[in-house]
């Protein structure tokens, strides 16, 4: 594994945490945009767009969780733990639903999905706290 400065750890922390927390707002004010790739024509339905806002809001709330957690001088891991935790649950349900979802889509939510997970469990080990 290779080391990272403090600054460096506490960076990557801001980057991923700002990422979470704009794709949670663009979930929830449009839908469709996320979703589209993930799910196919069945995005523009009224259940899936709620589903999609409603995971927007799952992202937000980690996203701000862990800039808050940061800025207070907080534990931060908990909230990377759980980003990895439904980052892994995200790569679960794209695996689960790979014979009907759109080609590129599911390849790029899986990458995307399992990028975070790594990311953010990565980085859980090397917080202090």
Do not use: I, K, N, Y
Request: aromatic residues 4%; charged residues 20%.
């Amino acid at each position: 594994m290779f080391a990272l400065s403090d600054l460096r750890r506490d960076q990557a922390v801001q980057v991923l945490a700002w990422v979470r927390t704009a794709l949670g707002v663009v979930a929830f004010a449009a839908p469709t945009l996320p979703s589209r790739p993930w799910v196919g024509p069945d995005a523009s339905r009224a259940s899936t767009r709620t589903l999609a806002r409603a995971l927007g809001a799952r992202d937000v709330a980690l996203g701000l969780g862990t800039l808050l957690a940061q800025r207070h001088r907080s534990p931060v891991r908990g909230w990377l733990e759980a980003s990895a935790l439904v980052d892994a649950g995200d790569v679960a349900a794209t695996l689960a639903g790979w014979g009907s979802r759109p080609r590129l889509g599911r390849v790029v939510v899986l990458a995307a999905a399992a990028g975070g997970a790594v990311a953010c469990s990565g980085l859980a080990r090397r917080v202090t706290e």
